[in-house]
């Protein structure tokens, strides 16, 4: 079983749909999670990060840690087609967004006009 | 702030020959950087991680005898694919951390990778 699990996709969704990403996780000692956005061809930026469980929001995206059920999710709100995009969910062990990082496989998005 | 580049952005190669990619900190001095492997529709995956003046630290399965890693100076880390083969055909990222001061955040930031063609 690898550590992180996301769904490759794709996903299409319409201009001003919400989007829900989601990534599963098996190991507890991930302290730190994160979300990153990857253009084709280029590498990830990060998104949003999170320490433990809660919610985060930040602007049109809100990311949730459920840390009980080993599950993260990211929303996008009034998704717009510059949201087209790889999304990488990625945690860490160690704390801080310093140390090694474990990426899920990322899910496609396609937001369209 | 905080920009990685990388040099070559692509690149192809003959089987059996050698490739040295170029991950730089711009604006930053970075303690450590990383290297990752990304196949398509694949993760990333973390091949080494490098700190300026020491040897790399390799992840488990990953050769390096094959990948040689250089953290010559605190902007500028080498992935060199020796004796490249066809299945090394992959996005290649490095990441690099900052170090700690006013102004900077604790996170990674990549570069924009390299993407390497074994012919």
């Known amino acids: 079983q690898k550590e992180v699990e996301q769904d490759p996709g794709p996903l299409s969704v319409p201009e001003g749909a919400i989007v829900s990403l989601n990534c599963t996780y098996s190991n507890s000692a991930f302290q730190y999670f994160m979300w990153y956005r990857q253009y084709s061809r280029k590498g990830p930026e990060l998104l949003m990060y999170t320490y433990s469980s809660g919610n985060k929001e930040d602007g049109r995206f809100t990311a949730q840690v459920d840390k009980s059920s080993k599950y993260i999710s990211l929303f996008i709100r009034d998704s717009q087609p510059s949201d087209s995009a790889t999304y990488l969910c990625a945690m860490s062990d160690r704390g801080s967004t310093l140390g090694r990082l474990y990426f899920g496989r990322g899910t496609q998005l396609t937001v369209w006009p | 702030g905080a920009v990685v580049s990388q040099h070559p952005s692509w690149v192809i190669c003959k089987s059996g020959t050698s490739v040295k990619i170029e991950c730089r900190s711009l604006d930053f001095q970075a303690t450590t950087m990383f290297w990752y492997r990304q196949f398509p529709k694949q993760s990333l995956m973390l091949m080494a991680t490098s700190n300026e003046g020491s040897k790399a630290t390799y992840e488990q399965g990953v050769e390096k005898d094959k990948f040689l890693i250089n953290h010559a100076s605190l902007t500028l880390s080498t992935l060199t694919v020796t004796s490249a083969h066809p299945e090394d055909s992959s996005f290649y990222i490095c990441?690099?951390?900052?170090?700690?001061?006013?102004?900077?955040?604790?996170?990674?930031?990549f570069g924009p990778g390299t993407r390497l063609t074994v012919t």
């Open positions: 990441s690099a951390t900052a170090r700690r001061a006013a102004g900077w955040t604790d996170e990674q930031y």
